[in-house]
């Protein structure tokens, strides 16, 4: 039969899976990916506390639980948001969320009708950028600069959108471009979203992933109002695939947001959860994320080693960074980036993301792509830069 | 601050809240529960598995997966659907959901813009309804009687109302009445459907708790066109609190909510799938389903002979069932139900659920009340009808 879509379905673009359609072939070298490491994962502990859940609460596991959260773990997170970011008091509560994506969701249909705007970094995670424009939202873009947004551009956009409801930011090691938002600039964002009344969703799924310099507070901590949504997720420090994240954030906002969780997917996980709660309280986690830490150090290390000695010198440029998962490379002036990434899979096996794909405003210029280092093993990131490498002297013909 | 709050999220009511209200009073006996019965959890077995799981695969319950499911998965439903129930052939596929409330809220979206109507059973899951709700479309109710929906209703309904997108049925024991659509009526809902171009979301979660009587065969397997969504569930097979259900429909419409759910939710969290695809294929599933049907038996059997001593007598009807876990009570012509209700609660400690919550048709006339007997223990069911016939004695003047 054919079928009547929804307006906001026919919105829906392919763009994610065209994306990912490389990712199956196992002679390609995944600089595309985004997954943890999967050397990091804590797989012996989580298996003895499997263990232990079963034995000690198992129907805690396998019930029905509440739409906000699994109570334990509610208030291991508001322990620990309070303890490690300062983040968190006041009349801010905790809700579970099913992976931080679907806090995204739940704060654009939250906030959003059709046609409000959601500002944005202007290259951005492209699972936020799907999310309110599956809820009818428009994302506009925010210029970047190496120490994050910029400030003045963010200000026209406020001017420019008055039906603007929100500024969403992923202020640690940005996905896609690796850039940090400096704490000065955290402080002008926070005073702009007061000055022009919208609500600040701060997404900091890479905060822990810092392998050099000094954390900064996030934005939430300067909040004074309920402004801020601050979401933080067990998908880097413990594993994605539990689906485990949180969002803090005013009260009422949890209220709100827990109740159309509700009609989403119930609650998230109950396993999952109790898993997340029992690895904070009953194992050194500051210990694992001290290796943690050690083997992003080495694998972005080896990344832009390799980068430095095979693709810059043939006339690509690289923002460093101080954490995260990924580098955002860019072409010369000139260059057909879309063109170079489609021939770069296509002759040397190396598959890495378009940067158009990360626009906010969508068929924006771009000549930039995104290399993730997290997913393949050290080997592949030697060869596959070498690879890269020979690609990009042939094609820049340099 | 003072949120905007988008006009979907203004539409949404607290009514679960206050409906739930009262579950954390231990004195109160829970007849308005939901909750499978926790004595046919199959604890032993599951965490066996984990074990398992967590020595053989430990990558695969831990890092991203796909959107549509953990193939494995989707290939042992797409088995089990299709020798189970004969469902799944040709151009079907299978969505694996976080639970099957996420598949009522992705077919709303997919299907629904604001101001559309989804066709409801007068009285209806109220976790559907507001999903339904929730994507700004509006349910409009039709009559039910013993043998399930009134055709005759479903066709002037359909008549009246023709921007409605889809039926939404739950075919056996349905919830909140315990009432099964008949074999005929399945055939004539399909007939309808197909004349008047409408999709049937075919919500099944309570197929397999028959405990007397013949199955019947699921509107999906009429459907020769794409038309019909089946949804199926392990949260009453296996375990709610693990968040695992599925969809098998028209490759095309799979693609499209696989789409949309990676903008909510990414996957479904990865263990818990594991786990679902190794109970079916490496325990035996048939026997724990004849040991789950025998606690449901146990239960219902108990519940309706206690009512029938104790509640039947002061005038109070309810509608006898062959499975599922909820009964529909009914007072006599003339009593203020919704004042019934609170006066049970606050006087007889006993809580169960005013009918007028399932009104797909907001503030329709309503007599009954919902009673569940999976979640109280055997003496609670016992002790909770004693309480209930004697308030209702009173109440009543019988």
Known sequence: MNYHFSNLMSRQSDSVEKLLKNTNDPAMIPFSGGNPAPEAFPVAELSALCGRIFAEQPVAALQYNYSSGYPALRDTVKRWVRERYGVGGGEDEVLITTGSQQGMLLTARALCDPGDVVLCEEFSFLGALNSFRSCGADTVGVAMEP?????????????AHPNARFLYTIPNFQNPTGVTLSAEKRREVYRLACRYGIVVLEDDPYGELRFQGEDLPPIKTLDEEGRVIYCGSFSKVVAPGLRVA???ANRELVTRMSRDKAGD???????PQILCQRFLEETDFAAHLTSLKQVYRRKARLMMECLD?????????YLPIDGGMFLWCTLPEGADMLDYCDRLAAEAHVAVVPGSAFAADEGAPCRSFRVNFSTPADEDIVRGCEQLGAFTRTYLGR
């Open 265 to 271: 997917d119930v609650h998230t996980s109950a396993l």
């Open 147 to 159: 120490d994050g947004m910029s400030i003045g551009d963010l200000e026209r956009k406020l001017k």
């Open 309 to 317: 000695r095979e693709a810059v010198p043939s006339g690509i440029s």
């Open 246 to 248: 949180y969002a803090v």
